[in-house]
């Protein structure tokens, strides 16, 4: 393997140094700043690359590109992602010589004419092929070894400190950067699961996360029966299921308590809102109301007394507009609401998720209900639920009117927070992991 260094003014300009003297097979090992020698005060940048001639002059075989294509999609947003396939393909060509296979594309072969009077070996020609079906067996494990390695090297060049554990213990951490927990939480998880003993196995270790994982995410009771009348409102942006889920609430609430709740819309924008809600009504028997002006829906709640339950849907508005939000204000100052709830999608980013919970906190939202957990994991939102102000109350976790609507609680939480290992925790006999 051939070493080399380059300087250049910046990074793009020493790799372009890189690419020019070794080509684009060139593996950069290393790079740091410098002080710029030729100008005091400036920093300049050091790549320190790598080369191994023999290797890499050979031309690209069939199944370093099939295995290129898996293995791309991985690397791709990592720093120097080329870089560390390339040094993985070089892996996958010193395997193929070691099995003694060619690096150009296997040809068919055309049969050969035997002389006359000669026989074929049987006994030659299945030993040939069992020897065959080795080869192939062998190379086959060997690539998935392979596969393996590089998402281990991706994972670490992505997230280097994970590397502070072993066994059991790094496979947690793995687990919950996979559904999107920051870095230093699931850091800070799992080394209170390993400091209390409980990373001895895998399905101990999930338990013991999700238990963490749900600590200071605030919950809220759901709706229940009083002797007075309980007016909600709902709000939130466009798309995350408003209109849905007070179907499946008033759905419950008359299931429940054998009430019947009054809907109303003030979503006149939307095309399509009112009849859905109004479909849900016509269907479930109950009442239903349309209003267009903040005026008219306090008339609608001073008219409509005998109803327990009162559901308002509102019109979906970006958290970036400000005049369409103080509209809503001015709705849900006319209706006086016992609770505000603010309806959010699980697939937002959580960069979205906070910002909708301020545009909306300011105009009066007190709680919240989170939908489409069937459709994401709730990893990526757990540091937002737990800065959250508003309390969570229910989780929208599929399409069905009303079985799809659960009261929030911790268990439901901790495996959406951490889905999918059920199998790994029904599965008790696993052989123990020693914690290095």
């Known amino acids: 393997m051939k070493l080399r260094k380059f300087i250049g003014d910046t990074t793009k300009d020493a790799l372009a140094k890189m690419r020019a003297e070794l080509g684009d097979d060139a593996v950069v090992m290393n ?5 710029h020698a030729e100008r005091p005060g400036t920093m300049c940048t050091e790549i320190t690359a790598a080369i191994d001639e023999a290797d890499f002059k050979e031309p690209k075989r069939a199944l370093v590109s099939a295995y290129r294509t898996e293995t791309q999609s991985e690397t791709s947003h990592t720093p120097y992602a080329k870089d560390i396939q390339r040094y993985a393909e070089s892996l996958v060509g010193k395997q193929l010589q070691q099995l003694g296979m060619s690096s150009q594309p296997t040809r068919a072969r055309q ?3 035997q002389p006359a009077g000669e026989r074929t070996n049987g006994k030659t020609a299945a030993a040939t092929e069992a020897m065959s079906h080795e080869h192939v ?6 690539i998935h070894v392979l596969q393996e390695q590089m998402q281990e090297l991706v994972q670490s060049v992505r997230f280097p400190h994970r590397n502070l554990f072993s066994g059991n213990a790094k496979w947690l951490v793995d687990q919950l950067l996979e559904v999107g927990i920051t870095e230093q939480r699931a850091l800070d998880i799992t ?4 400091a209390e003993g409980e990373a001895d196995r895998k399905s101990s270790s999930i338990r013991a996360a999700r238990r963490r994982l749900t600590n200071g995410i605030s919950l809220a009771d759901p709706i229940s029966l009083t002797d007075q009348r309980q007016v909600f409102a709902f709000v939130g942006p466009t798309g995350t299921g408003k209109t849905s889920t007070i179907s499946k609430l008033a759905a419950a609430l008359k299931l429940a308590y054998d009430q019947a709740p009054l809907l109303i819309t003030t979503d006149t924008f939307r095309i399509g809102a009112t009849s859905h809600l109004q479909t849900v009504a016509a269907i479930a028997g ?5 209003v267009y002006s903040s005026q008219e829906l306090r008339n609608v709640l001073k008219r409509q007394t005998d109803h327990s339950f009162v559901l308002i849907d509102t019109v979906g508005r970006s958290p970036l507009a400000s005049a369409e939000l103080l509209e809503i204000k001015h709705f849900l100052q006319a209706a006086d609401p016992d609770n505000v709830f603010l309806v959010q999608s699980s697939t937002e980013s959580s960069s979205y998720f906070d910002a909708v919970e301020q545009a909306y906190t300011a105009i009066g939202a007190t709680t919240r209900i989170l ?6 994991s709730l990893g990526h939102l757990s540091d937002s639920l737990i800065r959250s102000r508003l309390p969570l109350a229910y989780i929208g976790t599929g399409q069905a009117i009303p079985d ?3 009261p929030a609680s911790r268990t439901l939480l901790a495996e ?4 999918g290992l059920e199998h790994i925790i029904a599965n008790e006999t696993e052989p123990e992991v020693i914690i290095g």
């Open 111 to 113: 049969p050969q004419k």
């Open 31 to 35: 790079t740091r700043s410098l002080p």
């Open 137 to 142: 067996a062998r190379l086959q494990h060997d």
């Open 286 to 290: 109950l009442p239903y109301e349309t």
């Open 191 to 194: 080394g209170n699961v390993v």
């Open 371 to 376: 939908t489409k957990s069937d459709e994401s």
């Open 404 to 406: 799809d609507l659960e």
């Open 416 to 419: 959406l927070l951490l889905p």
